[in-house]
């Protein structure tokens, strides 16, 4: 499978491609623009190309915007064995990157797993981050109430399901990656078949089927030693309501825990709320980050 690289149209975009050698990782990552330095952050099962509605909008709002491929996922390093993806070391990676970017710190965007990387962050290393932003992920604690409940656990059953040896990846590949193309079939407009052709060439890289389900292996078996420190960067999330995953009620983290804390909730946006509503997360987007 050729690597994914940067279309004619993203390149005159002003797009522009970079490896950063981050400890023991190399990340990938797509840039655009000057200024202050905001990181986006993707979740599963996207990549850097999940944030291609967001990027040209904050380029215009004066900031320069990197989005990288967490480890794992398409031409960034993937590590063996599920150990390598803790919420910690995953955190450890983008400060790395932002020191390699010639930044002492940063505002931070994260989606799904790319938020509970934004979370951590915020806790691990708050000297980092200046502003935080979170769209439809759990804060850890909130996450770990949640999935007390029967109903919360029922909307994460493939957490569970992922746990299996082997099998889930082989469930993936099948039929064209039919099944990770299920996880986005919520957002509107639908992504197109051009779309979908540049997620499969990311989760074809070799290895990458592994690692992407090797972040919810080592978050069940490993991430009750994660430790919890308030977060005191201004934080705004983000939440579409109508996500599938993740309940309403897994918005909004405790007071304690994050007390700087704006949300705004979506009603009619599903877990892909910066696909389903682009002009008003970005609009929210540029004013919070201001």
């Given at each position: 499978?050729?690597?994914?690289?940067?279309?004619?149209?993203?390149?005159?975009?002003?797009?522009?491609?970079?490896?950063?050698?981050?400890?023991?990782?190399?990340?990938?990552?797509?840039e655009?623009?000057?200024?202050?330095?905001?990181?986006?952050?993707?979740?599963?099962?996207?990549?850097?190309?999940?944030?291609?509605?967001?990027?040209?909008?904050?380029?215009?709002?004066?900031?320069?915007?990197?989005?990288?491929d967490?480890?794992?996922?398409?031409?960034?390093s993937?590590?063996?064995?599920?150990?390598?993806?803790?919420?910690?070391?995953?955190?450890?990676?983008?400060?790395?990157?932002?020191?390699?970017?010639?930044?002492?710190?940063?505002?931070?965007?994260?989606?799904?797993?790319g938020?509970?990387?934004?979370?951590?962050?915020?806790?691990?290393?708050?000297?980092?981050?200046?502003?935080l932003?979170?769209?439809?992920?759990?804060?850890?604690?909130?996450?770990?109430e949640?999935?007390?409940?029967?109903?919360?656990?029922?909307?994460?059953?493939?957490?569970?399901?992922?746990?299996?040896?082997?099998?889930?990846?082989?469930?993936?590949?099948?039929?064209?990656?039919r099944?990770?193309?299920?996880?986005?079939?919520?957002?509107?407009?639908?992504?197109?078949?051009?779309?979908?052709?540049?997620?499969?060439?990311?989760?074809?890289?070799?290895?990458?089927a592994?690692?992407?389900?090797?972040?919810?292996r080592?978050?069940?078996?490993?991430?009750?030693?994660?430790?919890?420190?308030?977060?005191?960067?201004?934080?705004?999330?983000?939440?579409?309501?109508?996500?599938?995953?993740?309940?309403?009620?897994?918005?909004?983290?405790?007071?304690?825990?994050?007390?700087?804390?704006?949300?705004?909730?979506?009603?009619?946006?599903?877990?892909?709320?910066?696909?389903?509503?682009?002009?008003?997360?970005?609009?929210?987007?540029?004013?919070?980050?201001?």
């Amino acid at each position: 499978m050729t690597p994914t690289t940067l279309t004619r149209s993203e390149t005159d975009s002003g797009l522009r491609e970079g490896d950063a050698e981050v400890g023991d990782v190399v990340l990938h990552y797509v840039e655009a623009g000057d200024g202050p330095l905001v990181l986006l952050l993707h979740g599963f099962p996207e990549f850097w190309y999940g944030w291609r509605e967001q990027m040209a909008p904050l380029v215009k709002a004066g900031y320069r915007v990197v989005a990288p491929d967490l480890r794992g996922y398409d031409l960034s390093s993937k590590p063996d064995g599920y150990t390598a993806y803790t919420a910690d070391k995953l955190a450890s990676d983008i400060r790395g990157l932002i020191r390699v970017l010639g930044a002492e710190s940063a505002m931070v965007v994260g989606h799904d797993w790319g938020g509970t990387v934004a979370w951590t962050l915020a806790m691990n290393h708050p000297e980092v981050v200046d502003r935080l932003v979170i769209l439809n992920a759990a804060h850890p604690r909130k996450l770990n109430e949640g999935l007390r409940s029967p109903r919360q656990l029922l909307r994460s059953w493939y957490f569970f399901y992922f746990q299996l040896p082997k099998l889930p990846e082989r469930r993936a590949r099948r039929r064209n990656w039919r099944f990770l193309k299920r996880f986005l079939r919520d957002a509107r407009p639908p992504y197109t078949a051009d779309e979908l052709d540049r997620y499969v060439e990311a989760w074809s890289q070799p290895g990458a089927a592994t690692a992407m389900i090797d972040y919810y292996r080592a978050a069940v078996r490993l991430g009750s030693k994660q430790e919890i420190r308030p977060v005191s960067a201004p934080t705004l999330v983000i939440w579409g309501q109508r996500d599938r995953y993740l309940g309403p009620r897994l918005a909004e983290p405790h007071h304690e825990d994050v007390p700087d804390l704006r949300v705004e909730r979506l009603p009619d946006a599903s877990h892909w709320v910066h696909h389903d509503e682009a002009e008003r997360v970005n609009e929210l987007l540029v004013d919070f980050l201001a």
